[in-house]
């Protein structure tokens, strides 16, 4: 049996081990015989093209894009990963197509959706609504959500598993990390196992939609009584480990409050900045995703909905006192301390010499910019980020210092850098330096 094609209602998620890796493999193929022929016209002219520079080019990244939108699962995980945690450190062209990826996840057909709903909840399952929304109102890297009715009047949000993408997520994850060890731009000498171990571990994790529904259940119970937010309810009677089903929050996508005005814009960053915070010291329980799509605004009562749990995980107490004393030596504003503490717990290379380490103080000096000062730092506008990317991309050429930190920090890091590029999309104004003041103190008042 084959993976039924693309309808008008969707494209059919490839469920089988051999279809998932015959368009890994045509997508590899593609990108190397494009990168085969421009290096053969960049030789003719004199050049030599190194393959990193062949690999990232705008037909690459819309190819990329295309074909991992279509596998769902695993392979569109990592390039949204790529997306976020790279996309301002990648030449810009490629940036802006590999991003789609955070967007343009494709829904299953109908009749592919029957099939796994027939699975999980029998025949009759239509005789539990009222209504059912066939066509999904969102569409994500795992699974899609639909919005449903209940026979007493209650409101779902249904999140159904693609098919085959939890079985295919070890496949998944060593086919692409083959497609970036071919494009080069991961360097040999570099031990990234550690890294890809972890992802993988996280993707089975997320799932697991009976884990993330237990998360889902100790955020509620942390956030119980701050109006400020609002969790998802879960219905375990309608629920397995490939259909959560939750109540359905109303709200904006965050994206879409690009527009509000600056005082709406200020309050859902800094609810962003201080959520982070308290899970990172308060709860030592993250959400670890920092995609836009896991956050909605609702404008009728001024709340933060909180949406998907998969990644979340629990943070150790040495590594949230770790953090803690890094925020309190960014505070100090001395680069040179704060090196050190990061060398310290691993996430800077050691040994460097004494040229790169002043380029990396340099860049450094240019990140704390929004956290020197104890006013609101406006990130509307500032060259901060095109000047870092720059100065990366530049460092980048330098193989010997690539450097893989510890996988328990990755994810914090990545949390972290995805407020911050959430903060600048909404040209938000916040006093970031008062904020990790409150929370790094030795005993906060909250």
């Not at 029998?122 to 890297?141: E, H, I, N």
């Not at 505070?331 to 040179?336: A, D, F, N, T, V």
């Amino acid at each position: 049996m084959t993976d039924k094609p693309k309808d008008k209602d969707g494209r059919a998620v490839p469920s089988r081990r051999l279809s998932r890796l015959a368009g890994l493999g045509g997508m590899a193929a593609n990108i190397a015989g494009g990168i085969a022929m421009n290096g053969v016209k960049q030789l003719a002219s004199g050049k030599r093209p190194k393959a990193a520079d062949l690999f990232m080019t705008p037909s690459n990244a819309l190819k990329l894009t295309r074909q991992l939108s279509n596998m769902r699962g695993a392979a569109m995980k990592i390039g949204q990963m790529i997306s976020m945690d790279s996309g301002d450190f990648l030449p810009k062209e490629f940036a802006d197509v590999l991003a789609r990826l955070r967007s343009d996840a494709q829904h299953m057909p109908r009749v592919q959706l029957n099939s796994v709903l027939k699975s999980e909840w029998k025949d009759s399952w239509q005789m539990k609504f009222a209504k059912f929304d066939y066509r999904p109102v969102a569409a994500a890297s795992i699974g899609q959500v639909h919005k449903a009715e209940l026979q007493n009047g209650d409101v779902l949000a249904i999140k159904v598993q693609y098919p085959g993408v939890r079985d295919s997520i070890d496949s998944d994850i060593k086919n692409v990390a083959g497609l970036l060890k071919m494009s080069g731009l991961v360097p040999a000498s570099l031990d990234v196992k550690p890294i890809i171990e972890e992802g993988r571990i996280q993707l089975h994790q997320e799932a697991d939609y009976i884990r993330e529904a237990s998360y889902m259940g100790r955020f509620k119970e942390l956030l119980s009584g701050d109006e400020n937010f609002e969790v998802p309810s879960y219905y375990a009677e309608l629920s397995t480990d490939k259909i959560l089903a939750m109540s359905y929050c109303e709200g904006r996508p965050i994206e879409d409050m690009s527009s509000a005005p600056q005082e709406t814009r200020d309050r859902i960053v800094y609810l962003l900045m201080e959520l982070t915070l308290r899970e990172l010291f308060d709860f030592k329980l993250m959400q670890t995703d920092p995609n836009f799509a896991n956050y909605r605004y609702n404008t009728e009562t001024n709340q933060l909905v909180l949406l998907d749990f998969g990644a979340s995980r629990d943070i150790s107490g040495p590594l949230s006192a770790s953090y803690k004393g890094l925020m309190k030596t960014v505070l100090s504003g001395i680069p040179e301390e704060i090196f050190q503490a990061g060398e310290k717990m691993g996430l800077f290379p050691s040994a460097m010499n004494v040229q790169d380490k002043a380029a990396v103080l340099d860049m450094m000096n240019m990140a704390l910019e929004p956290l020197r000062h104890d006013a609101p730092f406006d990130f509307d506008g500032n060259p901060i980020s095109e000047e870092l990317r720059d100065k990366a991309m530049e460092l980048a050429g330098k193989r010997g210092l690539w450097h893989v930190p510890p996988a328990e920090t990755v994810f914090i890091q990545r949390k972290l850098g995805g407020i911050y590029m959430l903060a600048s999309r909404l040209k938000a104004r916040v006093n970031v330096h008062a904020l990790m003041k409150e929370y790094t103190q030795d005993a906060p008042a909250h």
